[in-house]
């Protein structure tokens, strides 16, 4: 079956340093979206993409955060300046109508 | 979206039926039932969804209620490895978003 990919599996970053997580979504998928989870809590929406545009976003989802499909085949999260609470799992997922697929998470550890 | 309830943890022998219940009471006519679950700290998984019909397929069957407040997920032979925590997701198709609640922690035992 096909899997939603993302990397890295493991991001270790300093507070105010940028960082870029990947997710390679299913092929002939048209809803991208991500998602996170802090160790021990609910997974929290951020951000869905559809159509090379942002459909929705949550309170989370600020100006520090923005995405993007550089090309036919990545969907990249960016987090401008991290802070120590943006540690967290982050898992993107893609949907080509009902079911929505997740990646395994990259795990962002913020020092 | 609809708000979900679930118990917070389930038990289940080995080999027996798992039924998970979730009451969603102001679910709208245009909105889907989903059921994902998630092993330790894997993303979710897609198991199943319906609109008002049962559904079945090779992991679990879903029942909804005829006034659509509830439903109900069965896994029909529970396994060691079906422990994870089970999501009940309330949304409407296509692009809208997911919101997980805390689930319900279903644990089997051998």
């Known amino acids: 079956e096909p899997e939603v990919t993302q990397t890295p599996s493991h991001q270790v970053t300093q507070m105010g340093q940028e960082v870029i997580l990947r997710c390679v979504p299913i092929?002939?998928?048209?809803?991208f979206y991500w998602y996170r989870q802090i160790l021990g809590q609910k997974v929290e929406f951020l951000v869905s993409?559809?159509?090379?545009?942002?459909?929705?976003k949550s309170e989370i989802f600020d100006d520090q955060f923005s995405v993007e499909r550089p090309d036919g085949s990545n969907f990249t999260l960016k987090i401008r300046s991290t802070k120590l609470e943006d540690s967290a799992m982050y898992f993107c997922?893609?949907?080509?109508?009902?079911?929505?697929?997740f990646g395994p998470g990259t795990r962002l550890t913020v020092t | 979206d609809a708000k979900t309830t679930q118990p917070p943890s389930m038990d289940c022998a080995e080999g027996r039926a798992a039924n998970l219940p979730c009451n969603h009471s102001t679910i709208s006519g245009n909105e889907y039932v989903y059921w994902y679950r998630q092993i330790h700290s894997q993303g979710p998984q897609y198991i199943i969804h319906g609109l008002k019909n049962n559904e079945t397929n090779e992991m679990a069957s879903l029942i909804i209620t005829e006034d659509r407040k509830s439903s109900t997920l069965i896994l029909p032979h529970a396994t060691l490895r079906d422990t994870a925590v089970y999501y009940c997701?309330?949304?409407?198709?296509?692009?809208?978003?997911?919101?997980f609640g805390d689930g319900t922690t279903l644990t089997v035992k051998p």
């Open positions: 993409f559809y159509n090379n545009e942002i459909s929705e």
């Open positions: 997701i309330v949304r409407v198709e296509r692009r809208s978003k997911s919101t």
């Open positions: 092929s002939n998928h048209l809803y």
């Open positions: 997922a893609s949907s080509e109508s009902s079911k929505q697929y």
